[in-house]
């Protein structure tokens, strides 16, 4: 709003007082087209609400009215129903999103992996502010049309990898930047995950869909196939038509502190080995291995990625028997000075060897730290400064950590171009990069 036209909530309803009717101005019309006023409560609705959707709606509803929540299984999503009562209820995101286009500013999508682009698109297209949980997108052609829908419709956006917010990452990126280990060659990653079942087939028995589900509307763009509770709740993030394995789960968590500090961009080879792989469901364990060019004076680096418990070695000087990193997996960074460690979400950073932590001089904060993670998304929904994980960051980072899982389906590794978006030494490997939609739903 431009000065002269701002008035505030206060003085708008004291002047009102005694006045039999009055009219009241929409927000979108105090605003402006597209924007929220700081002062104005934004109107939130959900998609995908039961599980991490619920802690979302939770996160967002400060402050903001939760005006409508969708989900297809109506017994997952209860405890958000039951917490939200106003809420107007929905099974079809497309039907809520067209019946109350005019009700809603902003959406968070918290479905699993294969529904977060189709969702998130239609909300942007309608100019709605989108918070998306991760990995922002199934595959990498999605990633790469919902950064570029974010910025065409000038929407605030946020992927949900809580840890962007986080002091530890700031801390990482200043100490890197300060030279506290020297150049940067080589990164490991890693994670527990998966923690759930992998590496399987499809089942062979068809049990009835419970009384409380829309399998139809789960399957959203996924290919059809009769319902098992093999798939759900959570089990889907295994099965490559639904989720995206551990590499999805966890590395938009894990690679984002090297994909942050050391300013990464896309790769130009990835290449995996892992335990036996097959069309329905992701690896049990795997080791990947991205290249990356030199960047602004920093020099080429190597990114490996771990999982299904597998581990890089311990530094030669760090203490035996340390156990780098958190229970959910950690990032080491090798220097040619030394190393830094720290665990899942960029938390707890420590330089390795200890000696090196006990001497180091920390420098003077240069980046700015984090109201919160979704308070972030909040702030620039009402015409603040963009959140840390917008789309413009979080959609190349999915796009490097879905990379992966094309190495490891094609069993070959892969020279990528980055900026066409196409694998130039395997043309096969290609078909991993988009996917095909059911009938009846579009990106």
């Given amino acids: 709003m431009s000065n002269n036209t701002k008035i505030s909530r206060r003085r708008f309803m004291s002047s009102a007082a005694g006045v039999a009717a009055f009219t009241i101005v929409p927000r979108h019309v105090l605003g402006g087209p597209g924007q929220t006023p700081p002062s104005e409560k934004l109107n939130i609705a959900g998609i995908g609400v039961g599980g991490r959707g619920g802690s979302d709606i939770g996160a967002v509803s400060n402050g903001n009215n939760i005006v409508a929540l969708?989900?297809?299984?109506?017994?997952q999503a209860s405890g958000t129903f039951k917490k939200f009562p106003d809420a107007k209820v929905y099974k079809d995101f497309r039907r809520m999103l067209e019946k109350e286009e005019k009700n809603i500013d902003a959406?968070?999508?918290?479905?699993?992996?294969?529904?977060?682009?189709?969702?998130?698109?239609?909300?942007?297209?309608?100019?709605?502010?989108?918070?998306?949980?991760?990995?922002?997108?199934?595959?990498?052609?999605?990633?790469?049309?919902?950064?570029?829908?974010?910025?065409k419709y000038k929407v605030a956006t946020q992927m949900g990898n809580q840890g962007r917010a986080g002091d530890g990452m700031r801390l990482i990126c200043e100490w890197i930047?300060?030279?506290?280990?020297?150049?940067?060659?080589?990164?490991?990653?890693w994670t527990n995950r998966p923690i759930w079942p992998q590496g399987i087939g499809r089942p062979e028995d068809t049990p009835p869909v419970p009384a409380t589900l829309d399998w139809d509307l789960?399957?959203?763009?996924?290919?059809?196939?009769?319902?098992?509770?093999?798939y759900m709740p959570f089990k889907w993030r295994g099965w490559w038509?639904?989720?995206?394995?551990?590499?999805?789960d966890m590395a938009c968590h894990i690679i984002d502190a090297p994909f942050l500090a050391l300013k990464l961009g896309y790769p130009t080879s990835v290449r995996a080995v892992s335990t036996e792989v097959n069309n329905e469901t992701a690896p049990l364990a795997s080791v990947i291995e991205y290249q990356f060019p030199a960047r602004g004076g920093m020099p080429p680096v190597k990114l490996v990625w771990y999982d299904g418990e597998l581990r890089p070695p311990l530094p030669a000087d760090a203490k035996p028997g340390r156990r780098l990193g958190s229970r959910n997996g950690g990032t080491l960074f090798v220097g040619d000075k030394g190393n830094l460690a720290c665990g899942c979400y960029g938390r707890s950073p420590r330089l390795v060897p200890e000696t090196m932590m006990k001497e180091y001089q920390r420098p003077a904060e240069t980046l700015p730290r984090s109201v919160g993670h979704h308070k972030e998304w909040i702030e620039a929904c009402k015409g603040g400064k963009p959140a840390g994980s917008n789309f413009d960051y979080s959609g190349p980072l999915t796009e490097t950590v879905l990379l992966g899982n094309l190495a490891i389906r094609s069993g070959k590794p892969l020279e990528w171009d980055g900026a066409n978006m196409k694998v130039t030494n395997v043309p096969e490997a290609n078909d991993y990069v988009r996917r095909e939609y059911r009938k009846g739903w579009t990106l």
């Fill in 177 to 189: 930047w300060d030279g506290a280990i020297g150049d940067v060659r080589e990164v490991h990653a």
């Fill in 218 to 230: 789960w399957l959203g763009p996924a290919p059809e196939r009769p319902y098992n509770p093999a």
């Fill in 107 to 151: 959406v968070v999508v918290a479905t699993p992996d294969h529904i977060h682009a189709v969702a998130s698109m239609m909300a942007i297209k309608m100019g709605k502010h989108v918070y998306t949980e991760k990995p922002l997108t199934h595959s990498v052609y999605e990633a790469r049309k919902l950064t570029a829908a974010a910025r």
């Fill in 241 to 248: 038509d639904f989720g995206t394995g551990a590499l999805g």
């Fill in 70 to 75: 969708c989900d297809v299984d109506e017994k």
